[in-house]
Every structure is written in structure tokens, then in C-alpha cells.
Nanobody, 126 residues
Framework: EVQLQASGGGLVQAGGSLRLSCAASGFTFDGYAIGWFRQAPGKEREGVSCISFSDGDTAYANSVEGRFTISSDNAKNTVYQQMNDLKPEDTAVYYC???????????????????WGQGTLVTVSS
């Protein structure tokens, strides 16, 4: 069974940083994509950052380009999202997600994946 466990959320002031972790079990990353999604109150869920283990490509939402970085530790089956220069508009519940039908980072970030971890709340105060 594919399981994703997200952690690392919290309360931070604007301009601060956080690192989210997503530990995966039940599958290996090879050939698939995995990503971070977020949902703010009253807004639709959106793809934030995704990474492909098929070609190593990454994809980012325009709103986080240059501030967020997705990376992985394959030995630990863990994906990270380093978030710098956080803004109040980054406040949301963040989820990691994957879809065994997607190997493209761009495709995953612009889809509704089939497998989700539980969310972790990120709150950025102004």
C-alpha cells in the first residue's frame, strides 16, 4: 500500500523559512513523480512543486518559483520542500501527493493525483 507522511509545518513570520518532509512507503520513486500541493481557506488545491524520478525534472507554481525548492533523498524515500522568503499568502495546508500514472513533474503538478498524504499546516504571519 502506498503511503505518504508529511511533516514540518508550523508558524513562521513573513520572510522566514520552513522545510517540509514527505516520507513515502509502499513504493519506490523510480519512474514516478511526487509533489507538494497546497490548499488555502476558500481556495482550490494547487500544485506547488513536483519532481520527476523518471527524468529528474522539476516543476513549480509561478507564485513560488525562486523561493521554494523540491528535492529528495532516495535512500530515505523522502521528498523535501524547502520554503524560503515565506509570505502570508503561502499560508495553507500542504500535502504531498503522487500518482503512479504520472512520471512527469509538470503533468503531476497540473493534475489531481490519486494518492495523498495527510496535510501539514503552514501559517505565515505578517
Amino acid at each position: 500500500e502506498v503511503q505518504l507522511q508529511a511533516s514540518g509545518g508550523g508558524l513562521v513570520q513573513a520572510g522566514g523559512s520552513l522545510r517540509l518532509s514527505c516520507a513515502a512507503s509502499g513504493f519506490t520513486f523510480d519512474g514516478y513523480a511526487i509533489g507538494w500541493f497546497r490548499q488555502a481557506p476558500g481556495k482550490e488545491r494547487e500544485g506547488v512543486s513536483c519532481i520527476s524520478f523518471s527524468d529528474g525534472d522539476t516543476a513549480y507554481a509561478n507564485s513560488v518559483e525562486g523561493r521554494f525548492t523540491i528535492s529528495s533523498d532516495n535512500a530515505k524515500n523522502t521528498v523535501y520542500q524547502q520554503m524560503n522568503d515565506l509570505k502570508p499568502e503561502d499560508t495553507a495546508v500542504y500535502y504531498c501527493a503522487t500518482d503512479l500514472g504520472h512520471s512527469s513533474s509538470y503533468a503531476l503538478c497540473h493534475s489531481l493525483p490519486t494518492t495523498w498524504g495527510q496535510g501539514t499546516l503552514v501559517t505565515v504571519s505578517s
